[in-house]
């Protein structure tokens, strides 16, 4: 069973920046793509970014591309996201997941395990 934790959210103002990290217990963290997800109340989850195993390919959901960056670090079994510009709609409970193969995907459904979210609060 692979665990996943995700750390660095808080409260922030509208404008600021903030780095989620995860940290992964799985032995093979090389060899499989990485994303990000979001949920803020009373809404579905939503796809938030994606990297491949390697890190040499990304994909963004249309609103944060261009803020948020997503990364790997692979000799640490880690993955962050840099949240620049942070807005109040990207208040939400963030979580991690771990993809079944190598490719960066979209899809929730293409991802087989999770940790159990940070909460990030942007005030405007």
């Known amino acids: 069973q692979v665990q996943l934790v995700e750390s660095g959210g808080g409260l922030v103002q509208a404008g600021d920046s903030l780095r989620l990290s995860c940290a992964s217990s799985?032995?093979?963290?090389?060899?499989?793509?990485m994303g990000w997800f979001r949920q803020a109340p009373g809404k579905e989850l939503e796809f938030v970014a994606t990297i491949s195993a390697r890190g040499s390919a990304t994909h963004y959901a249309p609103s944060v591309n261009g803020r948020f960056t997503v990364s790997r670090d692979n000799a640490k079994n880690k993955v962050s996201l840099e949240m620049n510009d942070v807005k109040a709609e990207d208040t939400a409970h963030y979580y991690c997941?771990?993809?079944?193969?190598?490719?960066?995907?979209?899809?929730?459904?293409?991802?087989?395990?999770w940790g159990q979210g940070t909460q990030v609060t942007v005030s405007s």
């Open positions: 799985e032995h093979s963290f090389s060899t499989y793509a």
């Open positions: 997941a771990q993809a079944g193969g190598w490719e960066e995907v979209a899809h929730l459904n293409d991802y087989d395990y």
